[in-house]
């Protein structure tokens, strides 16, 4: 995926930004940054063993590329996906796709 990269500080951590020039200024911050640092305002992908934590709080550019990534991340794998709230969104994003979680 363009225009991302691994968290330095915490490496389950992937930044997802929505262009070169946000990239560059956030890998600098995350450079820079502490372990109670908070992160910039941009998508973030969380792996851990037994999930995947997908934040969907972030602008419009960065929303582009987590969407492709859930579009190819949904067919490969089986398994739950559930918001923040512990909804279970699996069903419908297989009957209806990822765009039901961009509504």
Known sequence: MPFTFRDPINPQVYLVCGSKESEELYRKQRREATSNSSYPYTGLINIQSNSIAINLMCNAHELIWLRKFLEWLIPQYDFRITDDYGNDWTQ??????VSILFE
Do not use: R
């Open 92 to 97: 419908k994003c297989k009957e209806q796709g």
